[in-house]
């Protein structure tokens, strides 16, 4: 978590160059108010925002890899800037889930006066078996009541939520080897197991103690109090500016939104671990563990820059070099020499004639790479109930198909050229060239369609799969990366808290309704966009929650959820362009703002003093 401290380190810095430079001369206190440049004002927006959106975002455990890691991260961090309340409504759905899994592993029935009725039974009923600990939680087994040595905490049940546990065969356990990437354990699988496996089960997960979570945590009081710190002296400094009747700038006001709603989610994940890489690995195997049925996929192509670089490789045949070097060598000084001479001339032509085909061919398998995309699964097919699913399915499936054949034909290609049907000059500088540049300029003509299809695909499965991920695929490695398991409070949970929270952060936005703006149009683009993200969630919650909750699938009904899935698809493509016009013209608005606004907070009004 270092990085948290770099910004930090440099926050404190500024400050304090702002200061000494801002510093008044001897006796002008009274008559020069300290001002703020331009650059204060972006760094200090940009460092809030970096610690809202990195730090304080608790992502689930990633999968193996540093760079699907960091991609989950970066992907957690730009849709916590465009749509905070959706991640809000993650970390509540989340919380609500370690809630239960916590009443689950412990034996307590789900519902916090159930739980709280069978604790305090805890606390009177005597009996405790020789050796044990009576616990804050117990299982009831018929009328009696049994203490739990190790309960479970929220930690726990935030670890479980996260795929931060994971099951490994037994009979690996002492082989000696590395455990392998094994099997995520979610709540479904600990209730599907029958009760003599549960038992053991239970044995396994209880010697998980939470100083060890703790301690794969990469959180620590000191970054918490840095994130805590740093949002709430900026929301003081903007509450201060409106106090004092000093301009506050756009990119503030969007700062402040969500560094607002941050402060709120930062509270529900105040006992999830930060930064979990590796899943505690349990050496436990459940008959509840399904196999998955991946279906007809394409088989994974040879075609790798380590087989060209290989291919290539034998061609060249440097091992008849020393061979040569021998029979010159017998036959006289000169004519090693006149063979050596040659050879240090001719090899760097040699180099670069070899290197113009490797060139080619490894450009060609990047662009393919590129072009190859997966096909849609029939399981994909079933589930994609809503309008905007379906779109991304079919253009998806179009991709596919269009794609699939100009990738085939070319890996024929590339192979039959590589197993030696087209080698010499002609293979080398006619085909691969040939191939190249046909697969660039495919690739540049489909460019619009594919980022048409990745903003489509980006804007529609994240929203919808940050307010909806609540499954987890069969024998799967890792969780999804919103995932929060389902739970009871799923029903009106995310709906209260979309529509509750997504009203103040578009409302707060609506603070700059009359702020002074360099053109009328910029004025009114304010005003539509921030209008546009504080009305969009009253009438999407209501709707998530009918589509969700009833069963709208006869007769007329169907038209009545069609109509309601058509206007909760167009509101949501709606809303994230919106909110990327507010930040873009928080940037811009930059350019031309009030004097006042480069005045900083006369922090002396708020302390007594008597002159």
Same mark, same amino acid.
């Given at each position: 978590?270092?990085?948290?401290?770099?910004?930090?380190?440099? %926050?404190?810095?500024?400050?304090?160059?702002?200061?000494?430079?801002?510093?008044?001369? $001897?006796?002008? /206190?009274?008559?020069?108010?300290?001002?703020?440049?331009?650059?204060?004002?972006?760094?200090?927006?940009?460092?809030?925002?970096?610690?809202?959106?990195?730090?304080?975002?608790?992502?689930?455990?990633?999968?193996?890899?540093?760079?699907?890691?960091?991609?989950?991260?970066?992907?957690?961090?730009?849709?916590?800037?465009?749509?905070?309340?959706?991640?809000?409504?993650?970390?509540?759905?989340?919380?609500?889930?370690?809630?239960?899994?916590?009443?689950?592993?412990?034996?307590?029935?789900?519902?916090?006066?159930?739980?709280?009725?069978?604790?305090?039974?805890?606390?009177?009923?005597? =009996?405790?078996?020789?050796?044990?600990?009576?616990?804050?939680?117990?299982?009831?087994?018929?009328?009696?009541?049994?203490?739990?040595?190790?309960?479970?905490?929220?930690?726990? =049940?935030?670890?479980?939520?996260?795929?931060?546990?994971?099951?490994?065969? $037994?009979?690996?356990?002492?082989?000696?080897?590395?455990?392998?990437?094994?099997?995520?354990?979610?709540?479904?699988?600990?209730?599907?197991?029958?009760?003599?496996? !549960?038992? !053991?089960?239970?044995?396994?997960?209880?010697?998980?103690?939470?100083?060890?979570?703790?301690?794969? %945590?990469?959180?620590?009081?000191?970054?918490?109090?840095?994130?805590?710190?740093?949002?709430?002296?900026?929301?003081? +400094?903007?509450?201060?500016?409106?106090?004092?009747?000093?301009?506050?700038?756009?990119?503030?006001?969007?700062?402040?939104?969500?560094?607002?709603?941050?402060?709120?989610?930062?509270?529900?994940?105040?006992?999830?671990?930060?930064?979990?890489?590796?899943?505690?690995?349990?050496?436990?195997?459940?008959?509840?563990?399904?196999?998955?049925?991946?279906?007809?996929?394409?088989?994974?192509?040879?075609?790798?820059?380590?087989?060209?670089? %290989?291919?290539?490789?034998?061609?060249?045949?440097?091992?008849?070099? $020393?061979?040569?070097?021998?029979?010159?060598?017998?036959?006289?000084?000169?004519?090693?020499?006149?063979?050596?001479?040659?050879?240090?001339?001719?090899?760097?032509?040699?180099?670069?004639?070899?290197?113009?085909?490797?060139?080619?061919?490894?450009?060609?398998?990047?662009?393919?790479?590129?072009?190859?995309?997966?096909?849609?699964? +029939?399981?994909?097919?079933?589930?994609?109930?809503?309008?905007?699913?379906?779109?991304?399915?079919?253009?998806?499936?179009?991709?596919?198909?269009?794609?699939?054949?100009?990738?085939?034909? #070319? /890996?024929? *290609?590339?192979?039959?050229?590589?197993?030696?049907?087209?080698?010499?000059?002609?293979?080398?500088?006619?085909?691969?060239?040939?191939?190249?540049?046909?697969?660039?300029?495919?690739?540049?003509?489909?460019?619009?369609?594919?980022?048409?299809?990745?903003?489509?695909?980006?804007?529609?499965?994240?929203?919808?799969?940050?307010?909806?991920? #609540?499954?987890?695929?069969?024998?799967?490695?890792?969780?999804?990366?919103?995932?929060?398991?389902?739970?009871?409070?799923?029903?009106? #949970?995310?709906?209260?808290?979309?529509?509750?929270?997504?009203?103040?952060? =578009?409302?707060?936005?609506?603070?700059?309704?009359?702020?002074?703006? $360099?053109?009328?149009?910029?004025?009114?683009? *304010?005003?539509?966009?921030? %209008?546009?993200?504080?009305?969009?969630?009253?009438?999407?919650?209501?709707?998530?929650?009918?589509?969700?909750?009833?069963?709208?699938?006869?007769?007329?009904?169907?038209?009545?959820?069609?109509?309601?899935?058509?206007?909760?698809?167009?509101?949501?493509?709606?809303?994230?362009?919106?909110?990327?016009?507010?930040?873009?013209?928080?940037?811009?608005?930059?350019?031309?703002?009030?004097?006042?606004?480069?005045?900083?907070?006369? *922090?002396?009004?708020?302390?007594?003093?008597?002159?």
């Amino acid at each position: 978590m270092s990085f948290q401290y770099v910004v930090l380190i440099l %926050s404190l810095f500024q400050h304090g160059v702002d200061a000494l430079s801002d510093r008044a001369d $001897p006796g002008t /206190e009274d008559v020069c108010p300290v001002k703020r440049s331009l650059y204060k004002i972006i760094w200090s927006c940009v460092a809030t925002t970096i610690i809202c959106a990195w730090v304080s975002v608790h992502p689930n455990a990633p999968p193996s890899g540093y760079w699907k890691g960091l991609w989950r991260r970066v992907k957690m961090m730009i849709w916590t800037i465009i749509a905070p309340e959706l991640i809000l409504a993650w970390a509540v759905r989340q919380w609500f889930a370690a809630w239960e899994i916590r009443d689950t592993v412990n034996g307590l029935e789900e519902g916090w006066f159930t739980g709280l009725k069978q604790t305090i039974q805890g606390w009177f009923r005597r =009996g405790t078996l020789p050796g044990e600990k009576c616990g804050n939680a117990g299982r009831v087994v018929g009328l009696k009541f049994l203490p739990v040595l190790n309960k479970w905490t929220m930690t726990h =049940g935030h670890l479980l939520a996260m795929g931060g546990i994971s099951t490994v065969d $037994p009979s690996v356990e002492d082989d000696g080897q590395v455990d392998p990437r094994s099997p995520v354990l979610t709540i479904e699988r600990y209730t599907k197991t029958d009760s003599e496996e !549960r038992t !053991r089960l239970d044995r396994k997960l209880r010697k998980i103690s939470e100083e060890d979570i703790k301690d794969r %945590s990469k959180g620590d009081i000191l970054s918490k109090l840095i994130a805590i710190t740093q949002t709430t002296w900026f929301n003081l +400094q903007c509450v201060a500016r409106g106090q004092q009747k000093l301009t506050l700038t756009e990119l503030e006001l969007v700062t402040l939104a969500l560094a607002s709603l941050n402060a709120i989610t930062y509270v529900f994940w105040w006992h999830k671990p930060l930064g979990v890489q590796v899943p505690i690995r349990i050496y436990f195997e459940t008959s509840a563990v399904e196999k998955v049925d991946v279906g007809n996929t394409d088989a994974e192509s040879r075609i790798t820059a380590s087989y060209i670089f %290989s291919e290539f490789g034998k061609r060249m045949e440097f091992s008849q070099y $020393p061979k040569g070097f021998r029979e010159t060598w017998n036959e006289g000084w000169s004519y090693f020499l006149l063979h050596l001479f040659l050879v240090s001339f001719l090899l760097p032509l040699v180099l670069v004639l070899f290197s113009l085909p490797v060139l080619f061919a490894l450009g060609s398998v990047g662009l393919l790479n590129i072009l190859k995309t997966k096909p849609v699964t +029939q399981q994909e097919l079933d589930d994609s109930s809503l309008i905007a699913a379906q779109i991304v399915l079919t253009l998806r499936k179009l991709r596919y198909r269009f794609t699939s054949f100009i990738a085939r034909s #070319s /890996e024929e *290609w590339l192979e039959e050229f590589l197993d030696g049907a087209a080698t010499g000059v002609a293979g080398s500088f006619i085909v691969l060239p040939t191939l190249f540049t046909i697969l660039l300029i495919t690739t540049i003509l489909l460019l619009p369609f594919f980022t048409l299809l990745f903003l489509v695909s980006f804007i529609f499965t994240a929203v919808f799969g940050i307010i909806t991920t #609540s499954t987890v695929a069969p024998n799967s490695l890792h969780v999804p990366s919103f995932y929060a398991p389902t739970t009871r409070s799923n029903k009106y #949970s995310r709906m209260v808290v979309f529509a509750f929270f997504g009203v103040i952060f =578009g409302g707060l936005h609506c603070i700059g309704w009359n702020f002074t703006y $360099p053109t009328t149009f910029e004025q009114h683009l *304010w005003r539509g966009s921030s %209008s546009a993200i504080t009305i969009i969630p009253m009438i999407v919650a209501p709707i998530d929650y009918i589509l969700e909750n009833y069963k709208l699938d006869r007769g007329f009904l169907k038209v009545v959820r069609l109509t309601l899935d058509l206007i909760m698809t167009i509101l949501l493509f709606i809303y994230v362009p919106a909110r990327l016009t507010l930040i873009g013209q928080a940037f811009a608005l930059l350019r031309k703002q009030p004097q006042d606004a480069f005045l900083a907070v006369d *922090w002396n009004q708020y302390i007594p003093h008597l002159f």
